[in-house]
């Protein structure tokens, strides 16, 4: 915008007056700006909601499904061979007796012979022919291979099953030796070399180490495998195999427990989510005095808070000896949140943790309480059909709506602030006019006095 200059003929500050005149007429854009701020905090809070309901909802995905409920725990006699991880599959009370035997191996070769270079064309064209597995394949080596380099890039990209790459065994003169590795367990390879014209050979190769598959003993049964992780010689329980026991007939005992600790922090965790829920809805509300939330009286969230309390202390029949949260040891506050009675809790866990499963996860087609909690909490926090999505778009759109109002406003006081400059401009110059007119005639009255002096 150019600088504007006022009030030069009239001595007023038109552009004070054009500013105040302005602020005037933009007090309802200032209205819309207020009403959107607090759309704005409005659809934040909603969103802060859904976090917390998404939040609740994760913290008891593992309470609806009796499998991941139960999670167990593994108990090795020793870690030196083998560790072990443990699904939900596994059979808790279990206890076996592993020895590793053998690891899985693939087999390794080095050549006898020491070369001085990796790169010089030394060893001759010809063909490398490799029998891995009982199957022959040939590897050509071309005038650009016949080098320790060329030959082993020439092995790589043959894909036969074997790969080569170059060692430095420190050997003052020659240190560089070819070392064959193959790809898969329990494969054996070997090579014959028809290379000619070189000035050295790729000479023989020793075996340092040879190809197994993994091999353990669980409780007497032999079990062989292509790989050191094993997921089905157990069930429910990987093995990675370290190393083979030091003692033949050896065995390291592996017990297969449920993990009450786990169990109670899942279960606790459900505690952990509700009162992150209902703190912050109650915290809406004006308590003590205190000032009330942007979502003070929305009659949807005070909605979803009466109907978790409601779930909560309804009971569950089922044939178990448990039909209420609160026999889990869920304690309620004089502000709406649960307290767990840890006592309460470790002594249900540990005796009737059937009746547990049953109450949380349900029985004989009828839905357990933690999955009632789920389906709801799925139902509000739906991304298309939930209710938060329905009050968020909502004030989404009003904001939208708003932004547009201000954008009409503010192009129509652009103008209308045009408009107004014009205006003073136009009164500026005439006053100006009627100035020099009047410093005119006042010159014209002074001469006739002059002359009449005379």
């Not at 030196?80 to 991880?85: L, R």
């Not at 249900?348 to 909690?373: C, M, R, Y």
């Amino acid at each position: 915008m150019a600088i504007q200059f006022g009030g030069l003929s009239t001595g007023l500050d038109t552009n004070s007056i054009i500013e105040q005149l302005m602020n005037v007429e933009r007090m309802p854009i200032v209205r819309y700006e207020s009403d959107k701020t607090w759309l704005n905090n409005k659809l934040k809070a909603f969103n802060t909601l859904d976090g917390l309901l998404k939040t609740f909802q994760s913290s008891i995905s593992n309470l609806d499904d009796s499998d991941s409920l139960l999670q167990r725990s593994v108990n090795l006699g020793s870690k030196d061979f083998f560790d072990a991880t443990v699904s939900s599959s596994a059979i808790p009370g279990a206890a076996y007796n592993v020895e590793v035997v053998s690891l899985a191996k693939v087999q390794k070769s080095i050549s006898d012979t020491n070369f001085a270079s990796k790169t010089d064309p030394s060893l001759g064209t010809g063909t490398l022919t490799f029998t891995v597995g009982g199957i022959n394949h040939d590897v050509t080596i071309a005038s650009t291979d016949n080098s320790l380099t060329g030959i082993a890039d020439a092995i790589n990209t043959a894909g036969i099953g074997v790969n080569a790459s170059i060692i430095n065994d420190g050997t003052a003169t020659t240190p560089y030796r070819l070392v064959l590795t193959g790809e898969n367990v329990a494969t054996d390879f070997s090579m014959t070399s028809s290379l000619t014209g070189g000035t050295d050979t790729l000479g023989t190769f020793t075996v340092t180490q040879s190809s197994s598959r993994a091999h353990i003993i669980v409780d007497s049964t032999d079990i062989y495998a292509d790989s050191n992780t094993l997921s089905e010689a157990i069930p429910g329980v990987t093995l990675n195999l370290l190393q083979a026991q030091l003692v033949a007939g050896e065995t390291t005992s592996l017990n297969v427990s449920l993990d009450t600790s786990a169990i109670k922090s899942t279960i606790q965790s459900f505690a952990t989510g509700y009162n992150g829920v209902i703190s912050f809805i109650t915290g809406q509300s004006a308590m003590d005095g205190g000032d009330a939330g942007i979502l003070a009286g929305d009659s949807g969230i005070n909605t979803i808070k009466r109907h978790l309390q409601n779930m909560l202390t309804s009971p569950f029949e089922n044939s178990g000896v448990l039909s209420s949260f609160s026999e889990l040891g869920f304690e309620t506050q004089r502000d709406g949140t649960l307290k767990v009675n840890d006592d309460v809790l470790t002594k249900v866990v540990n005796n009737n943790i059937e009746s547990v499963v049953s109450l949380l996860v349900g029985e004989n087609g009828k839905d357990g309480l933690a999955v009632q909690f789920n389906d709801y909490l799925s139902s509000m926090t739906s991304p298309t059909t939930g209710m938060l999505k329905g009050r968020k778009d909502s004030t989404t759109t009003n904001i939208a709506r708003i932004d547009n109002r201000i954008q009409m406003m503010e192009t129509r006081l652009e103008k209308r602030e045009e408009y107004l400059r014009k205006q003073f401009t136009a009164m500026e110059l005439l006053v100006g006019q009627m100035n020099a007119q009047s410093d005119y005639l006042t010159q014209q009255m002074e001469s006739i006095s002059n002359l009449r002096k005379r």
